[in-house]
């Protein structure tokens, strides 16, 4: 409804109040003419919201956008954890610092005997951690809460969902997948029950959870309660390692400049979560300039220090301090918080919210999609449906086809530009990368169209003894092949999404086995000749018996396409080149299992030219027969491509290079093979000219004439095969092969 008033020309409404998340969606693509007004222009001129009080995080990161600021906040949410201090006391233990010290105590807790682990004094044994996790309770908020600390250590700018420069989503990484098994196990330290939100929050005012998770606004609530001077806020817990590229490592000063070094002598990385990031109130560019400014000073009013501290205050608004005059213990005071209670919320609240390290929340287009995509996945994960791969799959998958659907460009620069980054020109995607693109789709264009042009030209001339004699309808499905493979190619070298990357896939790896087994078929059909020329009535082998190789070559690629895309489907991945950090290109890409699906196929691929080499060198000699020269040259040829790209592949590591080899490499394979096969025939055609097989017919004939009593009769007419070869065999017997 917001994003269809926003576009209308005559909106219904002026302002809107909405999670800070919201602005990406809601300004629009166009920077030149954005959905919302820009605010400056009224605050430079405003002393009643007095916008220097505001914090930091909210002041340059939270209402701004690009560069504008198109928010004025109105809450400031940011996740805390919340503890007993009693309980705590009576162990002898400290709040934890570390994700791994929350696990541990919570744990250390949870095993004491009942009547130990009950913190209300109702009889009833009671949880060590209360996190919600019930559908619809935005649960996948805690994840990204967890996992902060350990990939954002350089300030809000580095952010935590994706890499700022290619777009990965964070979910398939060491660090998430510590952050998934923490949360698991914090689960199961607590109601064995779903617990919403506000369930949540209702077992420790009730004083029946030692943690719980939540956000400041939660800091009001406690005075309600029997429990108000011991339930008490900290910063969220951080780690002593951060992720770098895919590797965790032990936090320094230089390489986590915001850490904050503890007794023991490490460092601890802290990154608040700043959830939703509060209401925020924003207005609509196609109202009246006038409409526009009573707009802003209806948020003005909400947003000065005074009105929004009773606001944060008052406890029923869900709205939490984002202010500095929010934090001063006086104003608690007079609004009647406990004396005791006063120094743990302002302490806590300050180290979160005048953090450097606060995480910012996702504003890219469709945003909360992404999020919500994870909320099903986990809630299998926490009953064990799902494994942990099984859930970081399901996960990864929805944010790859969100990320095509929205399209990687626009939304890798609306990632940077809430981070307060440049844009990056993916004009930039010049030189190699762009001229590589073209040049491969060009090629293989031109030999679609020879190869083409070959196809008719064997249809044209089927019927001459050449070509009837070396297996015209293999020779037509081997081209056919090979048109397939380079068709993939050309849709892979298209500009990738979901769709063409596994149209690609499915192309390639359908085709080039396909092109393969049927030269390997025809190899095939001579060394059976050859190895049964003892027992000339078993050797005959029909177009049938080749093609069912075919067949079983075809629906083994069929289930490695089937597998492939079920575990890690090819999906748009924007690469860097290695050589140059200014040249981009977004190529189809496997990340999980590509490097060992692509073995597989290679395999194969390898399976069968080992076999083919193997007959082609055994057939050498049986030439009267055979196309030995043509074939041997044809499997050597591509044995030496595939050997030569695997190299290739293991041995760059820049996947933009790889890419475009292995695209050269197919299109010359193809063409290669082809030429070889059916060039020499057509020569022959054209120019007349008799070969081998000839002259060893005519002479066979004449001896046949002579001693027709030593020649054998092979007929293969009713395998559709036509022409005449004549061979003598290794026992000295003539043998006629009618084809």
Not at 436 to 464: D, H, K, Q, S
Request: aromatic share 12%.
């Amino acid at each position: 409804m917001v994003l269809t008033d926003l576009t209308n020309d005559q909106p219904r409404f002026d302002l809107f109040i909405g999670g800070s998340g919201s602005v990406a969606d809601w300004v629009g693509d166009d920077k030149a003419a954005p959905r919302l007004v820009d605010l400056d222009q009224y605050i430079r001129h405003d002393s009643q919201i007095m916008w220097e009080d505001v914090a930091d995080f909210w002041l340059y990161y939270n209402s701004m956008f690009r560069g504008e600021t198109y928010s004025i906040p109105l809450d400031g949410d940011i996740h805390f954890l919340y503890y007993r201090s009693d309980i705590l006391d009576r162990f002898d233990l400290s709040p934890p610092q570390t994700w791994d010290e929350l696990v541990d105590i919570a744990t250390l807790l949870y095993s004491l005997p009942d009547s130990e682990r009950d913190w209300n004094g109702d009889g009833t044994p009671d949880f060590a951690s209360c996190i919600s996790n019930a559908q619809e309770a935005s649960a996948w908020w805690w994840a990204f809460t967890v996992v902060a600390p350990y990939v954002q250590y350089n300030g809000t700018k580095q952010g935590i969902f994706f890499n700022t420069t290619t777009f990965r989503p964070i979910i398939d990484t060491p660090a998430f997948r510590i952050a998934a098994t923490i949360l698991f196990r914090l689960k199961k330290l607590g109601p064995p029950f779903d617990v919403t939100q506000g369930g949540s929050r209702r077992l420790i005012l009730d004083g029946r959870c030692v943690f719980m998770l939540d956000w400041g606004d939660m800091s009001t609530l406690p005075k309600e309660t029997p429990y108000s001077d011991v339930i008490k806020p900290i910063h969220t817990p951080g780690s002593v390692t951060v992720q770098v590229d895919g590797e965790m490592l032990p936090c320094n000063p230089t390489l986590c400049p915001h850490a904050k070094p503890q007794p023991s002598g490490k460092l601890i990385n802290f990154a608040p979560y700043a959830a939703n990031g509060g209401w925020s109130g924003m207005i609509s560019s196609k109202i009246p300039e006038k409409r526009q400014r009573e707009s802003y000073k209806f948020l003005s009013w909400m947003s000065s220090p005074n009105i929004s501290l009773s606001d944060v205050l008052n406890g029923k608004t869900g709205f939490q301090p984002y202010r500095k005059s929010h934090l001063d213990p006086e104003k608690w005071r007079k609004a009647n918080f406990s004396e005791t209670a006063i120094p743990g919320i302002i302490n806590g609240l300050k180290a979160a919210i005048n953090s450097p390290n606060v995480v910012l929340d996702l504003r890219i287009r469709g945003a909360i999609l992404y999020q919500q995509s994870m909320e099903i996945p986990l809630e299998n994960y926490y009953k064990e449906i799902f494994t942990l791969d099984e859930f970081i799959a399901a996960v990864n998958t929805s944010w790859k086809d969100l990320t095509s659907k929205y399209l990687i460009a626009n939304q890798t620069n609306m990632y940077r530009a809430s981070l307060g980054l440049e844009p990056i020109d993916f004009d930039l995607e010049v030189g190699f990368a762009a001229g590589g693109r073209t040049a491969v789709i060009a090629v293989a264009g031109v030999t679609i169209f020879l190869i083409f042009v070959m196809m008719i030209v064997t249809a044209y001339w089927r019927n001459e003894a050449i070509l009837r004699r070396y297996s015209p309808n293999f020779i037509l499905l081997m081209m056919l092949s090979a048109i397939i493979t380079l068709t993939g190619i050309i849709v892979w070298m298209a500009y990738p999404s979901i769709e063409t990357c596994t149209t690609a896939l499915t192309l390639c790896l359908l085709g080039f086995p396909l092109l393969l087994s049927n030269l390997f078929a025809r190899t095939a059909r001579v060394w059976w000749i050859q190895r049964r020329s003892k027992k000339l009535k078993t050797a005959i082998m029909s177009d049938f018996q080749l093609l069912s190789f075919s067949l079983v070559v075809l629906l083994l690629s069929a289930a490695l396409i089937i597998v492939w895309c079920v575990i890690d489907i090819p999906s748009p991945t924007m690469m860097r080149k290695e050589s140059s950090p200014y040249i981009f290109v977004t190529i189809c890409h496997s990340e999980r299992y590509g490097s060992k699906l692509f073995v597989g196929s290679f395999s194969l691929v390898g399976a069968i030219l080992a076999v083919g080499c193997i007959l082609t060198w055994n057939t050498k000699d049986f030439k009267y027969i055979n196309e030995s020269q043509y074939l041997a040259a044809s499997l050597y040829n591509l044995a030496t491509v595939v050997i030569i790209v695997i190299a290739v592949v293991f041995a760059i590591s820049d996947l933009v290079v790889v890419h475009m080899f292995v695209a050269f490499s197919g299109i010359f394979a193809c063409l290669s093979v082809v030429c070889i096969i059916v060039l020499p025939k057509f020569y022959a055609i054209y120019f007349n000219t008799t070969d081998n097989s000839q002259e060893c017919e005519e002479a066979s004939a004449q001896e046949t004439t002579t001693d027709p009593d030593n020649v054998h009769v092979l007929d293969l007419r009713h395998s559709e095969h036509f022409g005449t070869q004549v061979h003598r065999t290794s026992l000295g017997l003539k043998v006629e092969v009618i084809f």
